[in-house]
C-alpha cells in the first residue's frame, strides 16, 4: 500500500456470542483509524487510538443487517487490516 496515512495495524476481532441483534456496518476507510470505537476488538478502542492526534468519534453505521442463524452460537474471528486477510476458518478475501 503507497498511502500516508493509512491504518497499517493488523487486528484480530474476536468471535461474538450471537444474541439477536442486527449487525452494524460501517462505511469503509483506509485512513487511520481505519475504525474507532467498541466492537471490533482491542485494537480500535481509545486506549490503542491516537487520541492526542485528533478527537476521534465512533462512526455512525451506514445500514445494519440480521444475525447469522439462531442455531448457531457464535460468529467466526477474523484478522482485520488495511486489506481482506483472513477468518479463523481459513476463508480469506482480497484484492
Partial sequence: NDCLDCDFRVSRVPS???TGEDIPVY???GQYPRF???GRGPTYHES???MDVYAWEAPEPIAHIPEPAPELERTY???DGAYGIVNEKQVALGE
Fill in 16 to 18: 461474538k456470542p450471537i
Fill in 27 to 29: 462505511a469503509g476507510r
Fill in 36 to 38: 474507532f470505537g467498541p
Fill in 48 to 50: 490503542n487510538t491516537e
Fill in 77 to 79: 474471528a477474523f484478522f
